[in-house]
């Protein structure tokens, strides 16, 4: 996929649902394309709508199709943006979008598109950005493509590990259990391990870089028992600007029905500004249990975290 997007056209309309028309540059501000209708404070900010999608139309329909005639702000030429995935990011020279919606969905008869042009492609291979950096676009300008390439700090915390008097199993089995989920989703990732002792200080110098380069997600495995050096949850704790307890409280319930020492995990899991936090025990087989629970909804926690509508 090509890296450079060219801007063929640029298209406002007054009012929603109605075709848009060309002009000869565009502003971008925080909320979105000044004087169109779909401006506001809401994640279809920026509508845009690929040449690679209408020719493929205008086959099919047998007629031409003009800038702007499926509602699109921006007409693009170079990438299938439909393949395209929320968080990736476009820019073009100080200006910057952030991908937010794949599609939508269609109203059919009851929009004015479908009534003029007979079928509309925007619900399916349109897509929609809201505005990081505000700025004027015009036809010619060329949009570079940003994909969003997820951060992930993994740490395990053990005295014996650190002093290679045994080997960390349980780091390595959550990156490659992450390496597969995010494969399996074709998300691109980037994974950094780092094997400390049981050390507070450690441990908070690590989430201090983490949330200043703004991590998406950090797994801790390790410490979260009740010995005297189980002080992970407690470190993390106060990082966290919101707790998500369902998780690590259904976990240990559904363990604990067999196992009533996995009641005893004082795991926890929650929100320190954009970066997700859970702290898992130190053994392969928790780690097991944990991800098998975690990853299913690693995706909609991120779009909630990033105020995406995933409805």
């Known amino acids: 996929m090509s890296d450079k997007v060219q801007i063929r056209s640029v298209n406002i309309s007054e009012k929603k649902g109605t ?5 000869d540059s565009i502003r971008l501000t925080e909320t979105g394309v000044e004087c169109d209708a779909h401006s506001g404070a809401w994640n279809r900010q920026v509508s845009l709508l690929g040449m690679e999608s209408i020719r493929k139309f205008e086959q099919e329909a047998g007629r031409k199709v003009l800038p702007g005639e499926f509602a699109e702000n921006i007409t693009t030429e170079g990438i299938e943006l439909w393949k395209l995935r929320p968080l990736d990011r476009f820019t ?3 200006v910057e979008l952030e991908v937010t919606q794949i599609g939508k969905e269609c109203h059919g008869t009851s929009c004015a598109i479908f009534k ?11 897509i929609f950005c809201r505005v990081v950096t505000p700025g004027i676009i015009k036809p010619g300008d060329e949009l ?7 951060s992930i700090r993994v740490i395990t915390l053990s005295d014996r590990a650190s002093r290679g008097e045994y080997e960390d199993k349980s780091g390595p089995r959550i990156i490659e ?17 780092s094997l400390i002792p049981d050390d507070p200080e450690k441990l908070r110098t690590l989430l201090d870089q ?7 997600l950090v797994i801790t495995t390790g410490g979260t028992g009740i010995g005297p050096k189980d002080f992970t949850p407690d470190v993390v704790k106060p990082y966290l600007d919101k707790d998500i307890p369902g998780i690590m ?15 005893v995990s004082r795991s926890i899991a929650g929100v320190m500004q954009q970066t997700l936090v ?10 097991n249990e944990y991800m098998a629970e975690i990853t299913p909804t690693l995706l909609h926690l991120i779009s909630m975290l990033h105020g995406l509508d995933a409805h």
């Open 19 to 23: 075709i848009k028309h060309p002009v």
């Open 144 to 150: 570079a493509y940003h994909p969003k390439v997820f």
């Open 116 to 126: 003029e042009v007979g079928n509309c492609v925007m619900p399916k291979e349109g």
């Open 177 to 193: 259990l992450l390496e597969h989920y995010f494969s399996i989703l074709h998300l691109p990732s980037s994974i950094l391990h």
């Open 210 to 216: 983490a949330r200043s380069e703004k991590t998406d």
């Open 92 to 94: 073009c020279g100080n």
């Open 278 to 287: 859970f702290t898992l025990p130190g053994s392969v087989k928790a780690v």
């Open 249 to 263: 409280e259904m976990i240990r319930m559904k363990y604990g029905a067999q196992k009533p020492q996995a009641l």
